[in-house]
């Protein structure tokens, strides 16, 4: 059956199956109509920075070049995805980044159930001022979830001065993906509030493995890449693990407030969970219509199941 949708959400889905919608709509919007306490997880990948998703940088990241979007050299024959370079932004940009998720923490608040958990993807550069906006709107510091993988971010020397300071980085490479962890409070214990909400805990991996906060996850195959052309996806085997412990007794709806190309809503969908996800962007509405049955049945290599990793020797030093 559909999913139950609150009275003052109704209307057409862009997208709908059994298990999971997709909304065309500003999520401040639709969070402000939702019914309170009627979700029970949030999943989600943010535009960051704030400023690469306004219409003036999608542009520019259209014709490739100018704004806030790096376009990655051809290595190798291979073209790797557009990165947004967060360092160029100015403190009104980071003053209005954090107005803005202050205004959705607070939001997001009031449409979880009690002991529902937040699962967002951050950057180093960035986390600090979000995780404020999310403590501050009232919610617990559960810990941190650490994504190791390898990106283009950071290990340059000094632009135009290469050979001149060539043993200068800038700034320290990146290997690894930062995740906040937080949980809306209850009154009782855990198991109480499983018992009634079915929320305040993460779901374990396996019998004998406990959910971890370190996962290694290299980006995106190509493969993925081809069926959801997003210039920040994220992969599967990533979504998949998450949503899957958002949801302690795989019950209750996942919010994904900023859905892009629907991959979050594919991975519940994958995985036979309920999820419902909105985004505003016009093409990325019409990307996620075609995306999210086809990321949905994406089949994981052997290698890529859904099972942490420990971190190979020395890599611990990263985080």
């Known amino acids: 059956m559909a999913l ?12 709908e199956t059994d298990l999971v919608q997709l909304f065309h709509a500003d999520c401040f919007d639709w969070l402000c109509a939702r019914e309170p306490e009627s979700i029970h997880a ?11 998703y306004e219409a003036s940088h999608l542009e520019k990241l259209k014709v490739g070049r100018g704004g806030v ?6 290595l190798g024959g291979y073209q790797r995805s557009p990165l947004p370079r967060f360092t160029v932004q100015t403190p009104e940009e980071l003053a209005a980044m954090t107005a803005f998720f202050d205004e959705w923490s607070e939001l997001v608040f009031r449409v979880l159930v009690p002991g529902a958990h937040v699962l967002i993807a951050t950057n180093p550069l960035l986390a600090n001022r979000l995780y404020n906006s999310i403590l501050g709107a009232g919610f617990e510091a559960r810990g941190e979830f650490i994504r190791l993988v390898t990106t283009l971010r950071g290990g340059d020397r000094p632009k135009g001065a290469e050979r001149e300071f060539a043993d200068v980085t800038v ?6 993906e930062p995740w906040g962890v937080f949980r809306k409070p209850f009154k009782g214990t855990v198991a109480a509030n499983l018992r009634r909400h079915g929320t305040g805990g993460l779901r374990r991996t396996g019998e004998d493995t406990p959910f971890a906060d370190v996962f290694r996850c290299p980006p ?18 990533l979504l998949r693990h998450l949503v899957r412990a958002a949801l302690p007794l795989g019950k209750g709806i996942i919010l994904d407030t900023f859905a892009g190309s629907g991959s979050t809503l594919a991975a519940a969908a994958a995985l036979g969970l309920r999820a419902v996800g909105v985004e505003r962007v016009d093409d990325y509405i019409v990307l996620a219509r075609e995306a999210i049955p086809k990321l949905s049945s994406y089949r994981l290599e052997p290698g890529q199941r859904d099972e942490p990793s420990p971190p190979a020797p020395g890599q611990l030093a990263l985080l």
């Not at 995106?220 to 085997?237: G, N, V, W």
């Open 4 to 15: 139950p949708v609150s009275p003052l959400t109704e209307g057409t889905p862009a997208f």
């Open 42 to 52: 949030v999943v989600t990948d943010p535009p960051y920075g704030f400023v690469e």
């Open 69 to 74: 979007w790096r376009i990655p050299p051809r």
């Open 171 to 176: 700034m320290p490479k990146s290997n690894y």
């Open 220 to 237: 995106a195959s190509q493969e993925e890449r081809r069926l959801a052309k997003h210039p920040t996806l994220k992969p599967q085997r």
